[in-house]
């Protein structure tokens, strides 16, 4: 059978390829830079006929691959974070992470985590620990409320209120170290301050002779799913490396999240 396809003769077996074709051309119009498109600017971009466009946006914006803005312009549905999703989550972060322990730890030679949530705990999936003498050690399996230590609270502040108010409500806060936090305005407090700076602190809390700096580790969708910590002796701490600490956990996570995909280039 023979079919005509905008002008062109082409075979029935080849009219699906040349329909996927045209689909692909209009999908990787989208980028960065060039979020919304109107229907000429697909035609001029992708060489597809206007007159055969409507269709395939159509079919496009009925399976959630492209959504039509009030102004006409069609931009990326929420179809594509559902594989977004799909594609984090087969990505082996423990892999990832260990890639960018070993480069940080070049740098700044001190002990590095991964933490994700597990029900209403925070677990240790990957650790690179220091080559110093005097250092901080931990290990894969180790586990804490969610509340505890920088760790597991920049976990928590990637929930909703109503979410971490669920928390509250099931969850004692009570010490699990030496001094871990255990007042409901003080979490409050610094669920805000990791929001606000995008990174927490804490000190002596798991133990008394501990420092840690985490930062939240973001997919694609701009959820949170780990966070990475940076844990050092208190007795070695001073204002400038506390500072490179800082530095350096948000600079992992930033290097996690491309390496998961959130970030191009």
């Given at each position: 059978?023979?079919?005509?396809?905008?002008?062109?003769?082409?075979?029935?077996?080849?009219?699906?390829?040349?329909?996927?074709?045209?689909?692909?051309?209009?999908?990787?119009?989208?980028?960065?830079?060039?979020?919304?498109?109107?229907?000429?600017?697909?035609?001029?971009a992708s060489g597809i006929p206007k007159?055969?466009?409507?269709?395939?946006?159509?079919?496009?914006?009925?399976?959630?691959?492209?959504?039509?803005?009030?102004?006409?312009?069609?931009?990326?549905?929420?179809?594509?974070?559902?594989?977004?999703?799909?594609?984090?989550?087969?990505?082996?972060?423990?892999?990832?992470?260990?890639?960018?322990?070993?480069?940080?730890?070049?740098?700044?030679?001190?002990?590095?985590?991964?933490?994700?949530?597990?029900?209403?705990?925070?677990?240790?999936?990957?650790?690179?620990?220091?080559?110093?003498?005097?250092?901080?050690?931990?290990?894969?399996?180790?586990?804490?409320?969610?509340?505890?230590?920088?760790?597991?609270?920049?976990?928590?502040?990637?929930?909703?209120?109503?979410?971490?108010?669920?928390?509250?409500?099931?969850?004692?806060?009570?010490?699990?170290?030496?001094?871990?936090l255990t007042d409901p305005e003080r979490?409050?407090?610094?669920?805000?301050?990791?929001?606000?700076?995008?990174?927490?602190?804490?000190?002596a809390e798991v133990t008394s002779e501990?420092?840690?700096?985490?930062?939240?580790?973001?997919?694609?969708?701009?959820?949170?799913?780990?966070?990475?910590?940076?844990?050092?002796?208190?007795?070695?701490?001073?204002?400038?490396?506390?500072?490179?600490?800082?530095?350096?956990?948000?600079?992992?996570?930033?290097?996690?999240?491309?390496?998961?995909?959130?970030?191009?280039?």
């Amino acid at each position: 059978m023979v079919k005509r396809l905008a002008g062109e003769i082409v075979l029935a077996g080849e009219y699906t390829v040349a329909a996927v074709r045209r689909v692909a051309q209009i999908c990787s119009l989208f980028d960065a830079r060039h979020s919304r498109w109107t229907v000429s600017e697909i035609s001029r971009a992708s060489g597809i006929p206007k007159r055969t466009l409507p269709r395939i946006i159509s079919m496009l914006i009925a399976r959630n691959l492209l959504e039509e803005g009030p102004d006409g312009a069609f931009s990326l549905g929420p179809a594509w974070l559902h594989l977004a999703r799909l594609k984090t989550e087969r990505l082996d972060l423990r892999t990832i992470s260990r890639g960018v322990f070993e480069r940080l730890r070049r740098s700044l030679d001190e002990t590095y985590i991964i933490g994700v949530r597990r029900g209403d705990r925070r677990v240790i999936s990957e650790c690179l620990v220091s080559t110093q003498s005097i250092r901080r050690v931990s290990h894969v399996g180790f586990e804490a409320s969610l509340h505890v230590g920088s760790a597991g609270r920049v976990i928590l502040a990637g929930l909703t209120d109503d979410e971490i108010r669920d928390y509250l409500s099931r969850v004692a806060l009570v010490n699990e170290g030496f001094d871990t936090l255990t007042d409901p305005e003080r979490l409050w407090a610094e669920i805000r301050r990791a929001r606000n700076d995008g990174f927490l602190t804490a000190k002596a809390e798991v133990t008394s002779e501990s420092f840690s700096c985490s930062a939240p580790v973001r997919d694609i969708t701009g959820a949170v799913i780990a966070s990475i910590t940076i844990t050092l002796p208190l007795s070695r701490l001073d204002a400038g490396l506390e500072a490179r600490a800082i530095d350096t956990v948000r600079r992992g996570a930033h290097e996690i999240e491309r390496g998961i995909g959130r970030h191009a280039g």
